[in-house]
């Protein structure tokens, strides 16, 4: 079973900005679309931005321009570069493939709060 790990989130002013990480516990960023989720109070998990096996990336409407989805092969973490953060996305961010592997776990994910 591969487990992810979500980190780096916090809290932060409208218009700041945090970069989230996610590592896995073997090296699936190489053979895996990945994408970043999240989820706010109340709310469905929602798939903001992905990554393909060769890098091509997509972003929903309302994040892009201001979220950047990257990863480090070599280190073996997928990152998500957020600028420019909208009290509308707090939410629960998560790192999981999209093709919903059961041999892959939801990590716990990790809390982004942008408020004044």
């Known amino acids: 079973q591969v487990q992810l790990v979500e980190s780096g989130g916090g809290l932060v002013q409208p218009g700041g900005s945090l970069r989230l990480s996610c590592t896995a516990s073997?090296?699936?960023?190489?053979?895996?679309?990945m994408g970043w989720y999240r989820q706010a109070p109340g709310k469905q998990r929602e798939m903001v931005a992905g990554i393909t096996i060769r890098g091509t990336t997509n972003y929903i409407d309302s994040v892009k321009g201001r979220f950047t989805i990257s990863r480090d092969m070599a280190k073996n973490v997928l990152y998500l570069q957020m600028d420019n953060l909208k009290p509308e996305d707090t939410a629960v961010y998560y790192c999981?493939?999209?093709?919903?592997?059961?041999?892959?776990?939801w990590g716990q994910g990790t809390q982004v709060t942008v408020s004044s």
């Open positions: 073997g090296s699936i960023f190489s053979i895996y679309a």
């Open positions: 999981y493939p999209p093709s919903n592997d059961p041999q892959i776990s």
